[in-house]
């Protein structure tokens, strides 16, 4: 989940990693993440959780000390944490959009019969939100009242199997909310392109679909691991509107000075860098960047064309 308040940008992730180790072990991580406006280290704290569990719906969350609890409504969650010093957690996430999902159920499927997958992730996407509350960290209590963005993902595959690198988008202006995920699988699966993405507006989704694209249309390398590091971008969402109409936005320009630049593997529990870090040519790095001199995003509509700034929010992972 994703949000940002004027200068200030929030990064929040939910992780609940199983291992099918002999079946029997299961792990669950709380992350959260502050990016700070005036290049200061990101606020980082991820915390692993105890008796985590979900409701008999599958649809909250609970563990020790941490909860993502799901409203009557089924339109808003609460996020609440206390499982660390650094960051106490008390916000609501309202979506003031309808949601999206590609496909049937959300799911893509890897392997040779589509009837006997033996592999799939699952993602849905509530693009436009309203978040009201704070975090409490030991310098203050930062309010973190505004628009943002929630994800669902889950992912019944080893990482480096399901894709080689990620696309990660989120744009918001005061009028629109664009996002994107967009991942390329492994070569054993034919380096394939796969993208999912929309746009909404108050009370409703203008487009969403997979003709989208993600592009780095200047990079360089990164001298610690030598991923080409992007450096400008060029984002493309294409669909129709309810009534058939055509849409087509476009973002691009310069991502300037990362946020962060995040090592996986050593973030993550042992288990999971047991199972990733031993495989043959995984390095998997994730880059955050939100420009400071804003971006536009330029909009067309059936024919009727539009210029909107806004915030934008992206990540490129590279894994294999």
């Not at 563990?63 to 409504?73: M, S």
């Not at 949601?99 to 040779?112: E, I, S, V, Y």
């Amino acid at each position: 989940m994703s949000r940002e308040l004027q200068s200030v940008r929030l990064l929040r992730y939910l992780d609940l990693s199983l291992s099918s180790l002999s079946g029997l072990h299961t792990t669950c991580q709380f992350n959260t993440k502050i990016f700070y406006p005036d290049s200061r280290e990101p606020l980082w704290a991820s915390d692993p959780l105890d008796q985590a569990d979900f409701d008999a719906e599958k649809l909250s969350f609970h563990a020790d000390g941490c909860a993502f609890t799901l409203n009557e409504a089924g339109d808003s969650y609460a996020v609440k944490s206390v499982v660390s010093e650094e960051s106490i957690v008390n916000l609501t996430v309202t979506r003031t959009a309808p949601g999206f999902q590609a496909g049937k159920d959300g799911k893509t499927f890897f392997g040779t019969d589509p009837a006997k997958p033996w592999g799939s992730m699952r993602h849905a996407f509530w693009p436009r939100c309203k978040v009201e509350g704070s975090i409490i960290t030991k310098a203050g209590e930062v309010d973190f009242t505004g628009r943002g963005f929630f994800s669902h993902a889950l992912q019944g595959m080893k990482p480096h199997h399901a894709a080689a690198k990620w696309n990660f988008v989120d744009f918001q202006t005061p009028t629109y909310s664009a996002v994107m995920m967009e991942y390329t699988t492994p070569p054993s699966y034919g380096s394939t392109v796969v993208n999912v993405g929309g746009i909404a507006t108050d009370g409703k989704i203008l487009c969403a679909g997979s003709k989208n694209s993600a592009t780095h249309t200047k990079t360089q390398a990164d001298v610690e691991n030598e991923w080409p590091e992007p450096e400008e971008v060029k984002f493309i969402w294409k669909g129709t509107t309810k009534s058939n109409e055509d849409v087509e936005a476009v973002v691009e320009g310069s991502l300037g000075r990362r946020l962060d630049r995040v090592d996986v593997l050593a973030k993550v529990p042992g288990f999971i860098k047991a199972l990733v870090g031993g495989t043959v040519g995984t390095k998997p790095y994730i880059y955050q960047y939100s420009p400071q001199s804003r971006l536009s995003m330029k909009i067309n509509i059936h024919g009727k064309e539009s210029v909107e700034e806004g915030t934008l929010f992206s990540e490129a992972t590279f894994i294999s």
